[in-house]
Nanobody
Framework: EVQLVESGGGLVQPGGSLRLSCEASGFIFSNYAMSWVRQAPGKGLGWVSSSSNAGDSTYYADSVKGRFTISRDNAKNTMYRQLNSLKPEDTAMYFC????????????????????WGRGTQVTVSS
């Protein structure tokens, strides 16, 4: 059974930092490109960043480029996201997923039918 467990979220002041983790099981983690997506209150899914299966290529949405870093440890079946210089507009539920688990048309993303998702981890940026 595919399982994705996100952790590390919390309440942080603007300008602060958090490190999110995503523990994967039930599939060969190193075979899959992985992504982080987020869903802000009252909004749809938005793609944040992706990593190739080996972790040697990474991609970021313009809104987080230079502030967020994605990485992975295939030996531990874990993906990470370092969030720096957080802004109130970064407030959202953050999910990790296989990159094939969703598709995006412009800034709007939709879960693929039958895809597996974790419960997410809430990040709240507020003073």
């Amino acid at each position: 059974e595919v399982q994705l467990v996100e952790s590390g979220g919390g309440l942080v002041q603007p300008g602060g930092s958090l490190r999110l983790s995503c523990e994967a099981s039930g599939f060969i983690f190193s075979n899959y490109a992985m992504s982080w997506v987020r869903q802000a209150p009252g909004k749809g899914l938005g793609w944040v960043s992706s990593s190739s299966n080996a972790g040697d290529s990474t991609y970021y949405a313009d809104s987080v480029k230079g502030r967020f870093t994605i990485s992975r440890d295939n030996a531990k079946n874990t993906m990470y996201r370092q969030l720096n210089s957080l802004k109130p507009e970064d407030t959202a539920m953050y999910f990790c997923a296989k990159s094939e688990a969703f598709y995006c048309i412009g800034a709007y993303c939709t879960k693929s039918p039958g895809s597996h998702w974790g419960r997410g981890t809430q990040v709240t940026v507020s003073s």
